[in-house]
Structures are given as C-alpha cells and as structure tokens.
Nanobody
Framework: QVQLVESGGGFVQPGGSLRLSCAAS????????MAWYRQAPGKQRELVAA???????TYADSVKGRFTLSRDNAKNTVYLQMNSLKTEDTAVYYC????????????WGQGTQVTVSS
C-alpha cells in the first residue's frame, strides 16, 4: 500500500521558517490529493493545507499567507514551506493522501514534530 514518510520537523524560534517534506511510495501519487494535518496536545487534529492532483491548494485560515504547499510529481514528494512561524504552530504534523477533496484520505505518515518556542 501507499507509504508516506515525513521529514523536516524540528525546533525553531518564533518568526523562523521550516520546510516539511513528505515522500510517497506507490503509483497513485499523481492522481491523489495530498495534505498536511497537525495535532497539538489536547487539541483536535486539523487540516493545515491540501493540494489536489491538479495543484489546486487550500489552506487553513490560521496559516494563509505564511505556509505554502507544493508538489513534485517526478519525485513523489510534497513540501510544506512554513514561514513566520508562531508558537501556536507547535504540533505534530502528519502527511495524508487520498482520492477525496472534502475529507482526509486513508493514508497517513508517522508524523514529524514541529516546535516553535523562544
């Protein structure tokens, strides 16, 4: 089945930047919607950003103007560029893949920790 492996998480000060990567296995990447979700302690998992097979992107209101999601079909990889990071961005970030456009797909990565703190 599809495997998703995230990387790029770490510790950064407020105002800093990180770029998360999600490498996907399988032959359906080019026709799949790819997304990033995040979950902070004690909070519901929430959608951060999503990109369709046609490269149409959507973002949570809380990250619009700061985060950029892109995909490289040749490398089966999606990237989440995170700029102007805030302490409230601290969470475990999960890559997600599926065929739908209105809910999470069935495939999840293991998660990567992003900590924003001064």
């Amino acid at each position: 089945q599809v495997q998703l492996v995230e990387s790029g998480g770490g510790f950064v000060q407020p105002g800093g930047s990180l770029r998360l990567s999600c490498a996907a296995s399988g032959s359906i990447f080019r026709i799949s919607t790819m997304a990033w979700y995040r979950q902070a302690p004690g909070k519901q998992r929430e959608l951060v950003a999503a990109i369709t097979s046609g490269a149409t992107t959507t973002y949570a209101d809380s990250v619009k103007g700061r985060f950029t999601l892109s995909r490289d079909n040749a490398k089966n990889t999606v990237y989440l560029q995170m700029n102007s990071l805030k302490t409230e961005d601290t969470a475990v970030y999960y890559c997600n893949s599926g065929r739908g456009t209105t809910s999470a797909g069935p495939y999840w990565g293991q998660g990567t920790q992003v900590t924003v703190s001064s």
